[in-house]
């Protein structure tokens, strides 16, 4: 089942901070984190696995908790070219090969 | 180089036809994919391939049939095109083990017409 993600479009000012969540109504061994620029590929930013850690990528970290079954996705201080959707890939198990995408968030960073 | 290189970039055809979209990469992994991304943007996975044998298949038309002539290619085959095909097709690699990210290319534009 497709995790869901929260909000669905975001809008904030250079500098500003975000967050951005995902959630699933199934158990959860891992949560992969993509950014898809508008005409552009989904590129990856993290992966996190179930155990509560926390990740950080620039200044972009994330955390999960699998008791939750949720991750969160943290952009600090973001820059125009944060800008984009941002996917969560949830799986029952570390491979990409079994990941279920959620219905993104639209980032958008004005100047 | 390119890793994951898909072509082609854009396609347009009639309903009813039968079109091919290749993928390649060069990275050395042993795990592939087709997604199809709809105007809603929803990313949706429609086969993996590990080391030629086809591991997921979420509900996809038969119409739709993926190719793996080795392990560095997955071509994606759709008979009989429906209106409702059209969509933006994503090939992606990965190894296949645990906690590996997936790397995808830049996208086929499918419009059926």
């Known amino acids: 089942q497709q995790p869901v993600q929260s909000p669905q479009a975001v809008i904030l000012r250079e500098g500003e901070d975000a967050v951005i969540n995902c959630s699933s109504s199934?158990?959860?061994?891992?949560v992969h984190w993509y950014r898809q620029k508008h005409g552009e590929a989904p590129v990856f930013l993290m992966i996190l696995l179930k155990g509560g850690e926390q990740k950080g990528h620039d200044k972009i970290s994330a955390s999960f908790n699998e008791k939750k079954q949720q991750s969160s996705l943290y952009l600090t201080a973001s820059q125009l070219s944060y800008s984009g959707t941002y996917f969560c890939?949830?799986?029952?198990?570390?491979?990409?090969?079994?990941?279920?995408f959620g219905s993104g968030t639209q980032l958008t960073v004005l100047p | 180089d390119t890793a994951v290189s898909q072509t082609p970039k854009y396609l347009v055809t009639q309903m009813g036809n039968d079109k091919s979209i290749k993928c390649e990469q060069n990275l050395g992994h042993d795990t592939m994919y087709w997604y199809k991304q709809d105007s809603k943007k929803f990313l949706k996975i429609m086969f993996s391939?590990?080391?030629?044998?086809?591991?997921i298949n979420e509900t996809v038309p038969n119409r739709f049939s993926p190719k793996s002539p080795d392990k560095a290619h997955l071509n994606l085959h759709i008979n009989s095109l429906e209106l409702g095909d059209s969509a933006v097709y994503f090939c992606?690699?990965?190894?296949?083990?645990?906690?590996?990210?997936?790397?995808f290319g830049q996208g086929t534009r499918l419009t059926v017409v």
């Open positions: 391939y590990n080391n030629k044998e086809l591991i």
């Open positions: 890939g949830t799986g029952n198990s570390g491979s990409a090969r079994q990941l279920t």
């Open positions: 199934k158990a959860l061994y891992s």
């Open positions: 992606a690699s990965s190894l296949g083990q645990k906690n590996t990210e997936a790397f």
